[in-house]
């Protein structure tokens, strides 16, 4: 079986599923009024999709992350629940209307944004099947040293090594340009060579100090976004390994994840002892963590479930977008200061040592009461949709969010193109998943600035200098692909090397 990469979900599918969902709804008791606009969610998704590209575009992998995980996929665990989904929400059917009229209005951002982007991507071919190889062992080369010495080293705010972490994108990189490079070179019978191994132990045993659910993921997703945008076909055993491996991370780590961080020291033995400790008894963490859970599920801002659902919580941003919604129905909009503050915040620390940090998330959560008063760190997400609805309403769905969103289209897509031929664009896609669901609009002007600018960087670092330094490190020798077309595009499986 080849792993998916849709570009182009026929409609009628969509329509199908919707109905489903919507039959389901109702008989579980959901209000009409919810079901139908959750049901026009699905179908202007898949519309919107569809129209950006699919996954081929940058465009498309943000719509498709932000529908899937900010709601379809809640809608989904409370059917498969039995829950009615307009339950354990304070503005069910207005939090519903503010999900259709964002698809809406991400729907027409994405068809102006196909107008204005460049035929020509900006970053198209800097890396080839001649150096794509050497690129990715200076990647991981160059991941390792720049991981290593900001562990060891501690970042000053407006320092170089700040913003290097900034830019630091070189392990996921190499993940992704040496997926590509291996299954083009073996036809499509392998996936994984050394400088991909290593830079997938690397990223995860970071999650596994930082107690980091994206730490732990980010392999797993930038392995997974490479193989399906050259189409790899998994065998059967591959196929009962990957599953059993998304069961163990999400049965197990995510747990360790989310209760290991109690344990969190900045002195590197305290917490390798916290981590030993928790390792050696995976079943015995889970039982802590969900314990832990249970006695706090309630006043939780994820209390969308009736009962704790562990990594499904997060999967889905209904109930934060709710209780923002709520907020701002009592005590009204913010207006478009979270903008303002959000572009200021573009300008580099070194240019503005004073530049006050940005948190909304912050300032959210302590107006609805759900943070400690002294508590000026922790981070509440939430979803662009919630974020615009609280800035101005009908005027932030319609107006503020389109407008970002036309510019953050335009750029991306400009810059990167196709993704199956671009792996600049697969890098992406690997960030959008976690930014299109619960970066809010903050996540869409941060991106503008700081991402666009890693992912220049990144792109022009692998394609100048970490070839030499991959020449370097693995000594000189002929990089050959079975060519740059992409796997799904060929009649039958790719020719390999001899």
């Given at each position: 079986m080849r792993i998916p990469f849709p570009v182009h979900i026929p409609l009628s599918r969509v329509a199908a599923f919707a109905v489903l969902l919507f039959l389901i709804e109702i008989y579980q008791g959901t209000?009409?009024?919810?079901?139908?606009?959750?049901?026009?969610?699905?179908?202007?998704s898949g519309a919107a999709f569809n129209s950006a590209g699919g996954l081929s575009r940058p465009s498309g992998a943000y719509i498709f992350f932000y529908a899937v995980l900010a709601v379809i996929l809640g809608l989904v665990c409370k059917a498969v629940l039995g829950e009615p989904a307009d339950s354990n929400l304070l503005q069910?059917?207005?939090t519903m209307q503010i999900y259709a009229g964002s698809i809406t209005a991400m729907w027409g951002a994405a068809l102006v944004s196909k107008k204005l982007s460049?035929?020509?991507?900006?970053?198209?071919?800097l890396v080839t099947d001649a150096n794509i190889q050497d690129a990715t062992y200076g990647c991981m080369a160059t991941g390792l040293v720049v991981t290593f010495v900001m562990m060891m080293v501690e970042i000053q705010p407006g320092s170089m090594l700040s913003a290097l972490a900034q830019v630091n994108r070189f392990l996921p990189m190499a993940i992704i340009l040496g997926v590509i490079y291996e299954i083009r070179r073996t036809g499509g019978r392998k996936s994984i060579n050394l400088p991909v191994f290593i830079s997938c132990f690397a990223i995860f045993m970071q999650g596994i100090f930082g107690f980091s659910k994206e730490g732990l993921f980010t392999p797993f997703?930038?392995?997974?976004?490479?193989?399906?945008?050259q189409g790899y076909r998994l065998s059967r055993a591959q196929m009962a390994g990957l599953a059993f491996t998304l069961y163990f991370m999400v049965h197990f780590l995510v747990p360790y994840a989310q209760y290991g961080r109690n344990f969190f020291d900045p002195s590197f033995s305290v917490r390798a002892h916290a981590i030993v400790d928790l390792l050696e008894d995976l079943e015995g963490t889970r039982a802590k963590y969900l314990e832990d859970s249970a006695d706090?599920?309630?006043?939780?801002?994820?209390?969308?479930?009736?009962t704790s659902q562990g990594f499904m919580d997060r999967l889905q941003m209904i109930s934060a977008d709710d209780r923002l919604n709520d907020l701002t129905e009592r005590v009204g909009v913010i207006g478009p200061m979270p903008i303002i503050m959000g572009l200021e915040n573009l300008i580099p620390r070194f240019l503005?040592?004073?530049?006050?940090n940005v948190n909304f998330g912050n300032l959210y959560a302590h107006q609805m009461g759900s943070l400690a008063a002294d508590d000026t760190t922790t981070g509440i997400s939430f979803s662009a949709a919630g974020e615009a609805y609280h800035i101005g309403q009908w005027i932030g769905i319609f107006f503020w969010a389109p407008l970002l969103w036309i510019v953050f289209f335009t750029l991306f897509d400009s810059l990167c193109g196709d993704t199956r031929i671009s792996p600049w664009g697969l890098l992406l896609c690997a960030v959008f998943a976690h930014i299109a669901p619960e970066g809010g609009i903050g996540g869409v002007i941060y991106s503008l600035g700081f991402i666009a600018f890693g992912l220049v960087f990144a792109a022009f670092a692998a394609a100048y200098v970490m070839p030499i330094l991959g020449v370097l490190i693995k000594g000189p020798g002929q990089n050959r692909t079975s060519g740059p077309a992409v796997m799904h595009t060929l009649p039958r499986r790719a020719r390999s090397l001899p």
């Amino acid at each position: 079986m080849r792993i998916p990469f849709p570009v182009h979900i026929p409609l009628s599918r969509v329509a199908a599923f919707a109905v489903l969902l919507f039959l389901i709804e109702i008989y579980q008791g959901t209000s009409l009024t919810f079901a139908l606009f959750a049901l026009l969610f699905i179908l202007i998704s898949g519309a919107a999709f569809n129209s950006a590209g699919g996954l081929s575009r940058p465009s498309g992998a943000y719509i498709f992350f932000y529908a899937v995980l900010a709601v379809i996929l809640g809608l989904v665990c409370k059917a498969v629940l039995g829950e009615p989904a307009d339950s354990n929400l304070l503005q069910p059917i207005l939090t519903m209307q503010i999900y259709a009229g964002s698809i809406t209005a991400m729907w027409g951002a994405a068809l102006v944004s196909k107008k204005l982007s460049l035929r020509r991507p900006l970053l198209d071919k800097l890396v080839t099947d001649a150096n794509i190889q050497d690129a990715t062992y200076g990647c991981m080369a160059t991941g390792l040293v720049v991981t290593f010495v900001m562990m060891m080293v501690e970042i000053q705010p407006g320092s170089m090594l700040s913003a290097l972490a900034q830019v630091n994108r070189f392990l996921p990189m190499a993940i992704i340009l040496g997926v590509i490079y291996e299954i083009r070179r073996t036809g499509g019978r392998k996936s994984i060579n050394l400088p991909v191994f290593i830079s997938c132990f690397a990223i995860f045993m970071q999650g596994i100090f930082g107690f980091s659910k994206e730490g732990l993921f980010t392999p797993f997703a930038c392995w997974i976004i490479a193989a399906a945008s050259q189409g790899y076909r998994l065998s059967r055993a591959q196929m009962a390994g990957l599953a059993f491996t998304l069961y163990f991370m999400v049965h197990f780590l995510v747990p360790y994840a989310q209760y290991g961080r109690n344990f969190f020291d900045p002195s590197f033995s305290v917490r390798a002892h916290a981590i030993v400790d928790l390792l050696e008894d995976l079943e015995g963490t889970r039982a802590k963590y969900l314990e832990d859970s249970a006695d706090s599920y309630e006043r939780t801002i994820q209390s969308y479930y009736d009962t704790s659902q562990g990594f499904m919580d997060r999967l889905q941003m209904i109930s934060a977008d709710d209780r923002l919604n709520d907020l701002t129905e009592r005590v009204g909009v913010i207006g478009p200061m979270p903008i303002i503050m959000g572009l200021e915040n573009l300008i580099p620390r070194f240019l503005w040592p004073n530049k006050p940090n940005v948190n909304f998330g912050n300032l959210y959560a302590h107006q609805m009461g759900s943070l400690a008063a002294d508590d000026t760190t922790t981070g509440i997400s939430f979803s662009a949709a919630g974020e615009a609805y609280h800035i101005g309403q009908w005027i932030g769905i319609f107006f503020w969010a389109p407008l970002l969103w036309i510019v953050f289209f335009t750029l991306f897509d400009s810059l990167c193109g196709d993704t199956r031929i671009s792996p600049w664009g697969l890098l992406l896609c690997a960030v959008f998943a976690h930014i299109a669901p619960e970066g809010g609009i903050g996540g869409v002007i941060y991106s503008l600035g700081f991402i666009a600018f890693g992912l220049v960087f990144a792109a022009f670092a692998a394609a100048y200098v970490m070839p030499i330094l991959g020449v370097l490190i693995k000594g000189p020798g002929q990089n050959r692909t079975s060519g740059p077309a992409v796997m799904h595009t060929l009649p039958r499986r790719a020719r390999s090397l001899p």
